[in-house]
C-alpha cells in the first residue's frame, strides 16, 4: 500500500523544484512541474508568473505550442492571434481579389477615385447600401464609443473591402472611415453590381456575411463603456470569442438556479429581469438597454444567474463573452476586473432601487 503524501511532503517538493528553476530557468519540464505544484499548494500568482515564462520560452520555438498553451492557462493573459484569425483575414483577402477580378480593370480605371490622408471614404449616419474596395493605400475605420470618443475598429488595405455591413443591412452607416496613408485608391461598388457578381460566385457572398457579423461584434464590444478602453487587438480577440444566441420572446435567457458560464451582453430586442412578489407572483423590472451586460460580471466564475431572472420581453439576440476568454483578457488587461466590478456594483445597486420601487406600488 502507497503511503499517503502530505502537505509537507509536497512543500519539501516545491523546494527542490524552485532550486531546480533557479537553476535551470530555461527548463521546460522543471518549470512545468514547478507550476503545477505552486497551483496545488494554492499560490496561484506564482504559478502564474512560472507559467508565463513558460509559455514566453515555448514561444519561441513553437507559435502553435504556445497557442495551445495559452488556450490550456488563460489565467496569463497571453492573447495571441491563432492561425483560424490568419486564414479569416487571408478568406477575406481572396474576397477583395475575386471583387477585383469580376469587375475588370475597364470598370475599375473609370470608378476609382484617389482620395489623400484625412479625406473620408464614409461617414457615421451617411444612408448607403454600397461597398467600397481598396485598390491602393490604407483607410482607417472609426466609431464613437463613450463621451463621443472617437475609437479605431481597424485598418484596411490593398484588395480588402469596407462597409460590407450596410451592403447586407441598407440604412445609416454605422462607421467612419478615412484615408490612413498619403493617399488612397478606392472604388466605390454599387449594391446591384456586387449582387450579379455574387451570383456567379456564392462562397463570396458566404465570406461577406462572416465579415459582417464579425466586424459588427467588434464594434458592440467597442462601444461598450467597460470595453471601449482594451487596446483594439484585444477588443478584437473578445470578438471573435464572442458566441450570438438568439431567445424567443416570452422565454428566460437566465434562470436562478442556472450557471452562466461567462457574461452576456444584449445586442437587440427588449429584455427585463422578473422580481417575484410576497404571493409568488412575478413583476417585470425596467427593461435593460442595448450593449447592457449581465452574467458573470464579477469573473468569479461558476456563478449563477444574477438576483433575479432574465427574460425575452420581445426576439432578443445576445453576445455571449465565455469565462475563459474574459479571464485571459483581464489577465492581459488588468484594469479590466476593476472595471467590470464597478460596473457589477453599478447594475445591482439599480436592481435594488427597482426592487424598493415595486414595493411601494
Given amino acids: 500500500m502507497s503511503e499517503k503524501i502530505t502537505k509537507k511532503d509536497l512543500e519539501q517538493a516545491l523546494e527542490t523544484y524552485a532550486n531546480l528553476v533557479e537553476l535551470y530557468p530555461e527548463n521546460e519540464g522543471y518549470l512545468q512541474r514547478y507550476a503545477d505544484m505552486l497551483q496545488t499548494l494554492g499560490r496561484e500568482g506564482t504559478a502564474t508568473i512560472t507559467l508565463q515564462h513558460l509559455h514566453d520560452i515555448i514561444a519561441e520555438r513553437s507559435e502553435q ?26 478568406k477575406h483577402a481572396v474576397a477583395g481579389g475575386v471583387i477585383h477580378d469580376a469587375l475588370g480593370s475597364i470598370w475599375l480605371r473609370l470608378h476609382r477615385k484617389t482620395l489623400k490622408e484625412g479625406q473620408a471614404v464614409y461617414r457615421m449616419g451617411e444612408a448607403g447600401d454600397t461597398l467600397s474596395l481598396v485598390l491602393s493605400g490604407k483607410v482607417d475605420v472609426y466609431t464613437t464609443g463613450q463621451n463621443n470618443a472617437r475609437i479605431l475598429l481597424e485598418s484596411v488595405g490593398s484588395k480588402d473591402v469596407v462597409g460590407e455591413y450596410m451592403f447586407m443591412h441598407p440604412g445609416k452607416r454605422v462607421i467612419d472611415a478615412f484615408v490612413a496613408s498619403a493617399k488612397a485608391t478606392v472604388v466605390e461598388i454599387p449594391r446591384q453590381k456586387l449582387l450579379k457578381i455574387i451570383e456567379k460566385n456564392p462562397y463570396l457572398g458566404q465570406i461577406l456575411a462572416e465579415r459582417s457579423v464579425f466586424r459588427n461584434q467588434v464594434r458592440v ?27 424567443k420572446a416570452g422565454t428566460l435567457i437566465h434562470a436562478l438556479d442556472e450557471k452562466v458560464g461567462g457574461m ?11 422580481a417575484q412578489g410576497r404571493a409568488g407572483k412575478k413583476f417585470m423590472l425596467p427593461r435593460l438597454s442595448l450593449g447592457s451586460l449581465t452574467g458573470d460580471v464579477t469573473l468569479k466564475g461558476g456563478d449563477t444567474a444574477d438576483i433575479a431572472e432574465l427574460m425575452a420581453k420581445t426576439n432578443v439576440n445576445i453576445g455571449h463573452l465565455p469565462f475563459a476568454a474574459l479571464i485571459n483578457i483581464s489577465a492581459a488587461f488588468p484594469p479590466l476586473k476593476e472595471r467590470l466590478l464597478k460596473h457589477a456594483n453599478q447594475h445591482r445597486l439599480l436592481m435594488m432601487k427597482a426592487f424598493e420601487k415595486l414595493k411601494t406600488t
Fill in 65 to 90: 505550442e504556445a497557442i495551445v498553451f495559452a488556450r490550456k492557462y488563460p489565467q496569463i493573459g497571453r492573447v495571441q492571434v491563432e492561425h483560424e484569425d490568419f486564414e479569416f483575414q487571408d
Fill in 221 to 247: 464590444v467597442t462601444t461598450n463603456p467597460v470595453f471601449q478602453v482594451l487596446p483594439l487587438s484585444l477588443r478584437m480577440f473578445l470578438a471573435r470569442a464572442m458566441e450570438l444566441r438568439t431567445f
Fill in 264 to 274: 452576456d451582453m444584449l445586442l437587440a430586442g427588449d429584455a427585463c429581469y422578473l
